[in-house]
């Protein structure tokens, strides 16, 4: 008998165990897999060559017309070698991918859990292409292949879901984290397009709104990764194209601070000043940090000297100042700006709507972008900057 089969019982018990207790006590909710059978058709396959997928649970109830898309996050590769990489790992081929998922905080069927979608149709979209679902090209050098078809995957999963529901929704909501987050800003005029014209479309970015910043030695680190993701995925056919035909360098409009003016669909920012993702690879990048004297404070903010808090107040600030036209103008949009340092806070469930999640002014952001969604009330949170707010338990994952 071979190892595997006398532990199979035994993982058996343990997944059934850890599917059945969550921290928050209530039952976890596991998602199967769907593969798109039909992407090929037009072309959409991962970096590796395989079909895209998505994940769906059906709404109920007086949910049962509402659609809630989630775009899963994850970085980019933007040059070969590493698409080369992802296109073997789970975040370039859904081969490589579980096949069940976890539906927790915005994406949970529980009403206590997450009071204002909870009995929508859920869907959380795999992200397998590497460049916010947005790329249309491909790589091919006689002996090996890379996919860049973002775009296509988009498109097929869309074309997918509108016979199940999503054409005749009443109202929808795309959201997603990270790379998904910018991918809610790349798609959200091209959702709503989808949809019927009397629906209620609107959008959610979480911890999306990437900053064209330099870093703290004055480079342009995140405006070059970005360059070459768009040259190398084919992405700017699919920015914004009001964006990119008023910029000198379309290809900054990847960039949610150039293309956001131009995006109508209601729009909901959720974002921490001090995004820790921001403030490791973009504000303080290793390359801009040899010595590594941000070691400790990378890990820990109550490590950083005055003097790494400046220059953090500083991120905030170029945020703030980024966000102060949608702020004080865009009558329709939403924003939950706080002060903790996180990054992605809509899909964890003690993020998102718990006893001690982060609040603004008492609110959780369940409540916030519920609030928002429903019209229930202006929504435009700031945070006082760090360290004042004490609802921030989850410092730095
Ligand atoms: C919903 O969540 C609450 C709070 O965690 C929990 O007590 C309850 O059992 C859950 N309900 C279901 C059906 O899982
Ligand atoms: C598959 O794609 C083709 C071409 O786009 C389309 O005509 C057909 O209706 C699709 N079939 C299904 C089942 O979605
Ligand atoms: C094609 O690209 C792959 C990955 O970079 C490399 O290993 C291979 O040698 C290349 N083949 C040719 C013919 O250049
Ligand atoms: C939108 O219009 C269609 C067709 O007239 C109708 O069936 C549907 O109920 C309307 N949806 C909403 C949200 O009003
Ligand atoms: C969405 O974008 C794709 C790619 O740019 C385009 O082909 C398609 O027509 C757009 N869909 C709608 C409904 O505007
Ligand atoms: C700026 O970036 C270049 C290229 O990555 C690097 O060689 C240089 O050391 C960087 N300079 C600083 C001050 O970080
Ligand atoms: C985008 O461009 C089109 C065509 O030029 C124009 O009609 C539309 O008003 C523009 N939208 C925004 C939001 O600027
Ligand atoms: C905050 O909200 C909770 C739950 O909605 C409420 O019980 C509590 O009284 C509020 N606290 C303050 C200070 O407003």
């Given at each position: 008998m071979s190892p595997t089969a006398v532990e199979a019982p035994l993982l058996l018990?343990?997944?059934?165990?850890?599917?059945?207790?969550?921290?928050?006590?209530?039952?976890?909710?596991?998602v199967e897999m769907t593969v798109v059978r039909n992407a090929s058709s037009i072309g959409a396959f991962c970096l590796d060559g395989s079909l895209p997928a998505y994940h769906l649970d059906r709404g109920f109830g007086a949910g049962a017309g509402n659609w809630l898309l989630q775009?899963?996050?994850?970085?980019?590769?933007?040059?070969?070698?590493s698409c080369f990489e992802r296109a073997n790992s789970r975040r370039g081929s859904t081969h490589l991918m579980t096949k069940w998922e976890d539906f927790s905080g915005i994406l949970s069927n529980n009403a206590s859990l997450n009071p204002d979608f909870y009995n929508w149709n859920r869907v959380k979209l795999r992200y397998c292409d590497g460049a916010s679902f947005a790329g249309d090209a491909l790589f091919d050098n006689g002996t090996s292949v890379l996919h860049f078809k973002g775009q296509k995957i988009w498109e097929s999963i869309i074309l997918d879901l509108l016979p199940k529901g999503l054409g005749t929704a009443?109202?929808?909501?795309?959201?997603?984290?990270?790379?998904g987050g910018l991918a809610t800003f790349l798609h959200c005029e091209n959702f709503t397009n989808y949809l019927p014209r009397n629906a209620s479309v609107k959008c959610l970015s979480d911890a999306g709104f990437f900053l064209d910043l330099r870093d703290i030695g004055l480079n342009h680190?995140?405006?070059?990764?970005?360059?070459?993701?768009?040259?190398?995925?084919?992405?700017?056919?699919?920015?914004n194209k009001n964006c990119t035909a008023s910029s000198y360098f379309p290809e900054l409009c990847i960039f949610p601070q150039y293309s956001l003016k131009y995006i109508t669909t209601p729009f909901f920012?959720?974002?921490?000043?001090?995004?820790?993702?921001?403030?490791?690879?973009?504000?303080?990048?290793?390359?801009?940090?040899?010595?590594?004297?941000?070691?400790?404070?990378?890990?820990?903010?109550?490590?950083?000297?005055?003097?790494?808090?400046?220059?953090?107040?500083?991120?905030?600030?170029?945020?703030?100042?980024?966000?102060r036209l949608f702020h004080e103008y865009s009558s329709r949009g939403g924003m939950f700006i706080n002060s903790c340092f996180?990054?992605?806070?809509?899909?964890?469930q003690d993020t998102w709507f718990a006893p001690d999640s982060?609040?603004?002014?008492?609110?959780?952001i369940a409540?916030?972008?519920?609030?928002?969604?429903?019209?229930?009330?202006?929504?435009?949170?700031?945070?006082?900057?760090?360290?004042?707010?004490?609802?921030?338990?989850?410092?730095?994952?």
């Open positions: 018990l343990f997944l059934l165990a850890a599917a059945l207790l969550c921290p928050l006590g209530g039952a976890r909710l596991l775009f899963e996050g994850g970085g980019w590769c933007n040059d070969v070698k009443r109202k929808a909501l795309l959201s997603g984290c990270s790379a680190t995140m405006r070059n990764f970005y360059k070459d993701l768009v040259a190398l995925q084919g992405m700017e056919q699919n920015l920012i959720l974002n921490s000043a001090y995004d820790v993702f921001q403030f490791h690879h973009g504000l303080v990048p290793p390359s801009a940090d040899l010595h590594g004297h941000w070691n400790h404070c990378k890990l820990n903010p109550a490590e950083c000297s005055e003097l790494q808090i400046q220059v953090l107040q500083g991120l905030r600030i170029s945020m703030l100042s980024a966000l996180a990054h992605c806070q809509s899909e964890s982060p609040t603004i002014d008492n609110k959780t409540e916030s972008v519920g609030d928002w969604y429903f019209g229930r009330r202006n929504v435009k949170e700031i945070d006082c900057a760090y360290p004042c707010d004490s609802s921030c338990h989850n410092l730095i994952p």
